[in-house]
């Protein structure tokens, strides 16, 4: 069964920095992208950052590009996510999810983790103005 935990959420101030973990295991595919999702109250989930396990490909959502930086531990199946400069309307839920394949992309992942990625519990991100 493929495992996928969040941590590192929490409150902080706008301007403020922080790291989000997402550990993933049991996976039975030798490539993985692996990224988070972000859900605001009221609002439909929307895709963050993710990243390639194969050639670190990376994509971020234009309203975090510049501010958020995703990498990636291979041997740990650990996957990071540095959000700096944080906004109030970066509040939100934020869950990682995680695809595999034979040969996986990240725009795979756009089109594939919400629906059939492996998820995490999700951690709560919040920003004071």
């Known amino acids: 069964e493929v495992t996928v935990v969040e941590s590192g959420g929490g409150l902080v101030q706008a301007g403020g920095s922080l790291k989000l973990s997402c550990a993933a295991s049991?996976?039975?595919?030798?490539?993985?992208?692996i990224g988070w999702f972000r859900q605001a109250p009221g609002k439909e989930h929307e895709e963050v950052s993710c990243?390639?396990?194969?050639?670190?490909?990376?994509y971020y959502a234009d309203s975090v590009k510049g501010r958020f930086t995703i990498s990636r531990d291979n041997a740990k199946n650990t996957v990071y996510l540095q959000m700096n400069s944080l906004k109030p309307e970066d509040t939100a839920v934020y869950y990682c999810a995680a695809i595999g394949g034979v040969e996986v992309t990240i725009f795979d992942w756009i089109r594939q983790a919400l629906d059939f990625g492996s998820w995490g519990r999700g951690s709560q991100v919040t920003v004071s103005s």
């Open positions: 049991g996976f039975s595919f030798d490539k993985t992208v």
């Open positions: 990243i390639s396990s194969s050639d670190g490909s990376t």
